[in-house]
């Protein structure tokens, strides 16, 4: 072998001389002397670099500390010591520091004996050496490492959450952690020694963790039944992952993985929470689900772009529109209506600021056309790390809640016959009205319109017919007037017209209200054609100018309303322009209203009584007159107070008043026996008449003063029979049948009809003093008379002819057959007490 040795010897010669006789015993060798460290480090570096040495081989004298620096240069090269025979224990304290490899015998305690086989024994038992020290290393090296990495697995296994065994192929436990301990409650000592599986096993079985009250509710595929676990010992094949419930509740999933060899991992998760999570999860879906099924609102989500990504809930049904149509779309891009462009933007505004929202509410048509509203409410969704998502929300069918909206605005504020504006919103408009004519100075006008014959043909017709007229009187108003002008209901025939902007002067702002009511006149005055029935009608208007807020709104429909009052009593179908003294009349009719019920409360009026005689002046009876005795005027005649009276009702008061004295004093005069056969009149007026208490009023007052209702005749007028004549003709007949007389005043001055005066349970007729007044000079007055007389003959009725003044009108009556009279010719109107004087008088003519 060839050995390349380096050799230091603190003599130089020395050095050589060994050098030599090495290399002298070996040929091929390479021996170099070194006589200093610092030479020996020089010749090792550059033989590390160049030419490696084999071994170094060292005087006995170096084996002190400087031989550390050495041996750093050495590298991996056998460092040999020459020591003297026996020497060995002086080099023994480098050799155990590991300075040198070995000790080289030098019998004579010179290098000049160091023996080349010496050399290369060394170098041999020198790379074994090594070589073990390697393996050593090595292997302390890599226990220490395993040790390391199973102290990192122990505190692995202890951290985890899971509980973990290793069973290896003949079934020992072999490693568990402390977790499964834990888990499943196993006391520590029962996996000592690596026990078998089925001991751990049995060990539960017998604690009862396999009892069927374990037994999984629902085993499904994850689960598994534990009675069946325990019945089979534990050698039941398991699922690779399945879920087992522990005495201690928790339900533990356990998953295990076979590993090459045999053996198998097992792992132990406690997913209790985890399942009552995922409990809590699929209550919540299903509350979920039941809400967006039950409910008929339904929800719904957008993307941040605020297109429609997911609807839950009956929206086909309820949105009127399918689902696949709406996705994708932003709610503005959907076709609808009854949102205005203002209203979009600030909802897309809202919408844009992520804001919640509630309320929104729009319209769409459906599909099958039907109009659908919704009212929509939503709020943004922000995910974890508040970045702007979307949005959700809910919305709702409104349709049937509009629809009643609409109804009630529509019962609120229009008249449900005509479909006009009703008094409630006339007046609002008014309001308005008046309010923009004190803006722009402009006068308005407002039209009072009253049908003339409405009632006559609601009666004779029928509720159907006037009910048609009204409707087309209605659209005929609505065609002569611009749409911002406004037509208005008030009721019955009843109608305003509101004509807005009209002009600054007032007497141009007149001209035009005047030539829209002609136009309305002569639209009204055509024909109607009403249930293929050919009508007339004609209207009477009534006209007020206003120029801003001065006069309040009432008062302006009071006016019209007087001036349409006038119009009527000049003769009807025309108009009239409300003047100031008009005013003054209305004003003086709510202060004799007043007067009226301050009379009633003094006790002021009282009855006169004016003679009914027969043929021959023999009294009859008489007929009760009412005066008032007023405390200023004096005694008032009733022409000046009964209209008023009967306007504002007091007419019932006082009616009740005049039937009592009547009957008290018919009464009276029965307990006389020169008067017990007289029969007393007593005026009531309709409005009376058909009041419902009337009849039984009559009767108690008869019941209560005693008073014969055979002397007893009510005198009705003509009127009563414009109005529910079957009702009229009723309680008539009820008057009848206690024995209560009824006689038609004013007779032929009306609306008689004669088709009805054969059906009224009258007692009598009286000729109005119109017709008497004329009856010698007015050949038609004569002619009525006449008849009046013919027509009370034929019906079996008695006749009394009113206002009979002179011989001549009494004669004349009594050649044509009236045999009953009442007249200043007999006598005028006075107290009870001078009729009873009168009448034992002859009758003053
Ligand atoms: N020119 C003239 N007039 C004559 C003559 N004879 C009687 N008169 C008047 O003619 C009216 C007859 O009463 P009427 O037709 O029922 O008309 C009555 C009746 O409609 C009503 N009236 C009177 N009293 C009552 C009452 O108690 N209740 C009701 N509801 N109305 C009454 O007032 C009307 C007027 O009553 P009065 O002023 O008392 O006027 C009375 C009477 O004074 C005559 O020969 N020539």
């Known amino acids: 072998m060839s050995v390349s040795v380096l050799l230091i010897e603190g003599d130089a010669n020395h050095a050589a001389a060994i050098a030599q006789a090495l290399a002298g015993a070996r040929p091929g060798w390479r021996t170099v002397a070194a006589a200093t460290l610092a030479q020996a480090c020089g010749l090792l570096q550059a033989g590390a670099a160049a030419a490696p040495f084999d071994a170094v081989l060292a005087a006995q004298h170096l084996a002190d500390g400087t031989a550390l620096d050495l041996l750093a240069l050495l590298g991996d090269i056998p460092a040999l010591i020459a020591v003297p025979e026996g020497g060995e224990a002086h080099a023994a304290h480098a050799l155990r520091r590991g300075f040198f490899d070995f000790a080289v015998q030098d019998p004579r305690g010179a290098y000049l004996q160091v023996l080349p086989e010496q050399v290369e024994a060394a170098i041999t038992r020198s790379a074994g050496l090594r070589e073990r020290r390697r393996v050593e290393a090595e292997l302390e090296r890599t226990s220490a490492l395993l040790a390391e990495k199973t102290r990192a697995l122990e505190v692995t296994l202890a951290s985890v959450s899971q509980g973990i065994t290793n069973v290896d192929a003949e079934g020992r436990i072999r490693v568990h952690n402390q977790r499964y301990l834990e888990l499943l409650d196993l006391p520590p000592a029962l996996l000592e020694g690596e026990p078998p599986a089925e001991q751990i096993v049995k060990f539960q079985t017998e604690r009862g963790d396999f009892g069927p009250q374990f037994d999984l509710i629902e085993p499904g595929a994850r689960g598994y039944v534990a009675s069946e676990y325990a019945a089979h010992g534990g050698r039941l094949q398991v699922p690779d992952v399945y879920l087992r419930r522990t005495p201690a509740g928790r339900y533990i999933e356990v998953r295990t993985r076979m590993v090459p060899g045999g053996g198998r991992v097992r792992t132990f998760t406690d997913v209790t929470d985890y399942l009552s999570i995922q409990e809590a999860l699929r209550q919540s879906e299903a509350r979920w689900r039941s809400l967006t099924q039950l409910s008929s609102d339904w929800f719904w989500e957008q993307d941040a772009e605020f297109r429609f990504v997911r609807f839950d809930g009956s929206t086909e049904r309820e949105q009127g529109t399918p689902d696949v149509q709406l996705y994708g779309l932003t709610r503005w891009e959907v076709p609808h209506t009854g949102v205005t462009e203002a209203q979009w933007r600030a909802h897309r505004a809202q919408l844009e600021a992520h804001e919640v929202f509630h309320d929104f509410e729009m319209q769409r048509t459906a599909p099958d056309g039907s109009t659908v509203w919704a009212s929509v409410s939503g709020e943004p969704i922000f995910d974890a790390e508040g970045r702007f998502t979307g949005y959700r929300g809910v919305a709702r069918n409104i349709t049937e809640r509009k629809r009643a909206e609409a109804e009630i605005q529509r019962l609120a504020f229009y008249d449900d016959l005509t479909g006009l504006p009703n008094r409630r919103l006339l007046m609002d408009r008014l309001e308005q009205a008046t309010r923009l004519g004190a803006r722009d100075g402009a006068h308005g006008a407002l039209l009072f319109l009253d049908l003339d014959n409405f009632k006559g043909i609601n009666d004779t017709m029928g509720h159907e017919w006037g009910d048609g007229l009204l409707v087309q009187v209605a659209e005929r108003l609505s065609a002569c007037v611009r749409a911002s002008d406004t037509v208005a209901r008030l009721g019955g025939d009843e109608f305003v017209v509101v004509l807005q902007g009209l002009h600054a002067l007032e007497a141009e702002a007149a001209a035009l209200a005047e030539a829209v009511a002609q136009k309305i006149l002569a639209t009204l005055n055509q024909p109607y054609?009403?249930?293929?029935?050919?009508?007339?009608?004609?209207?009477?208007?009534?006209?007020?100018?206003?120029?801003?807020?001065?006069?309040?709104?009432?008062?302006?429909?009071?006016?019209?309303?007087?001036?349409?009052?006038?119009?009527?009593?000049?003769?009807?179908?025309?108009?009239?322009?409300?003047?100031?003294?008009?005013?003054?009349?209305?004003?003086?009719?709510?202060?004799?209203?007043?007067?009226?019920?301050?009379?009633?409360?003094?006790?002021?009026?009282?009855?006169?009584?004016?003679?009914?005689?027969?043929?021959?002046?023999?009294?009859?009876?008489?007929?009760?007159?009412?005066?008032?005795?007023?405390?200023?005027?004096?005694?008032?005649?009733?022409?000046?107070?009964?209209?008023?009276?009967?306007?504002?009702?007091?007419?019932?008061?006082?009616?009740?008043?005049?039937?009592?004295?009547?009957?008290?004093?018919?009464?009276?005069?029965?307990?006389?026996?020169?008067?017990?056969?007289?029969?007393?009149?007593?005026?009531?007026?309709?409005?009376?008449?058909?009041?419902?208490?009337?009849?039984?009023?009559?009767?108690?007052?008869?019941?209560?003063?005693?008073?014969?209702?055979?002397?007893?005749?009510?005198?009705?007028?003509?009127?009563?029979?414009?109005?529910?004549?079957?009702?009229?003709?009723?309680?008539?007949?009820?008057?009848?049948?206690?024995?209560?007389?009824?006689?038609?005043?004013?007779?032929?001055?009306?609306?008689?009809?004669?088709?009805?005066?054969?059906?009224?349970?009258?007692?009598?007729?009286?000729?109005?003093?119109?017709?008497?007044?004329?009856?010698?000079?007015?050949?038609?007055?004569?002619?009525?008379?006449?008849?009046?007389?013919?027509?009370?003959?034929?019906?079996?009725?008695?006749?009394?002819?009113?206002?009979?003044?002179?011989?001549?009108?009494?004669?004349?009556?009594?050649?044509?057959?009236?045999?009953?009279?009442?007249?200043?010719?007999?006598?005028?109107?006075?107290?009870?007490?001078?009729?009873?004087?009168?009448?034992?008088?002859?009758?003053?003519?």
Request: glycine residues 8%; contains cysteine; charged residues 25%.
């Open 529 to 845: 054609d009403v249930r293929g029935r050919t009508m007339h009608s004609t209207p009477s208007i009534g006209i007020v100018l206003f120029c801003g807020t001065e006069q309040p709104v009432p008062e302006l429909l009071q006016r019209a309303d007087l001036a349409m009052y006038q119009a009527k009593s000049r003769g009807r179908n025309m108009l009239c322009f409300f003047d100031l003294g008009m005013q003054a009349a209305a004003t003086a009719r709510s202060a004799l209203e007043a007067d009226i019920r301050a009379g009633l409360q003094r006790d002021e009026f009282l009855l006169h009584y004016q003679r009914v005689v027969d043929a021959d002046g023999a009294m009859l009876g008489a007929e009760a007159l009412v005066r008032w005795r007023h405390s200023e005027r004096g005694m008032v005649p009733p022409g000046e107070f009964i209209a008023v009276a009967e306007q504002t009702g007091l007419i019932l008061p006082l009616g009740r008043r005049v039937l009592r004295e009547a009957c008290q004093q018919l009464a009276q005069w029965a307990r006389e026996p020169a008067c017990a056969h007289w029969t007393l009149s007593v005026n009531v007026s309709a409005q009376e008449f058909r009041h419902p208490g009337f009849v039984q009023q009559v009767l108690d007052v008869i019941a209560e003063t005693q008073a014969d209702p055979r002397r007893l005749k009510l005198e009705l007028t003509e009127s009563l029979l414009l109005h529910d004549v079957e009702d009229t003709i009723a309680r008539m007949r009820m008057l009848r049948a206690r024995g209560v007389g009824l006689s038609l005043d004013d007779f032929g001055t009306g609306y008689s009809s004669l088709s009805y005066l054969k059906r009224l349970p009258l007692s009598q007729l009286k000729i109005d003093q119109s017709f008497v007044r004329d009856v010698l000079t007015d050949p038609s007055d004569a002619a009525i008379a006449c008849t009046v007389v013919a027509l009370a003959n034929s019906l079996g009725l008695d006749v009394v002819a009113e206002g009979v003044e002179s011989d001549g009108q009494r004669d004349f009556l009594l050649r044509n057959g009236c045999r009953r009279f009442q007249g200043y010719l007999f006598g005028r109107p006075g107290p009870a007490s001078a009729l009873r004087a009168a009448d034992t008088e002859p009758p003053s003519r």
